[in-house]
């Protein structure tokens, strides 16, 4: 979760006070881990 808008001179859009931020850089390799509810949907670069 992140708080606060986007720099509008960054070209970001998002004028919601609080927001959720993606991350994206899930490479491939040790360690790249994304869970929902507890149960991993993407390890090392791949959808389980």
């Known amino acids: ?3 606060g808008r986007s720099y509008p ?3 970001g ?3 919601s ?3 959720w931020d993606m991350i994206c850089d899930l490479r ?3 360690g790249g881990r994304l869970t929902a509810d507890g149960v ?3 390890e090392d670069g ?3």
């Open 1 to 3: 979760m992140a708080l």
């Open 9 to 11: 001179e960054t070209g």
């Open 13 to 15: 859009k998002n004028e």
């Open 17 to 19: 006070a609080v927001h």
């Open 28 to 30: 491939r390799g040790p």
């Open 40 to 42: 991993a949907v993407l």
């Open 46 to 48: 791949r959808f389980t």
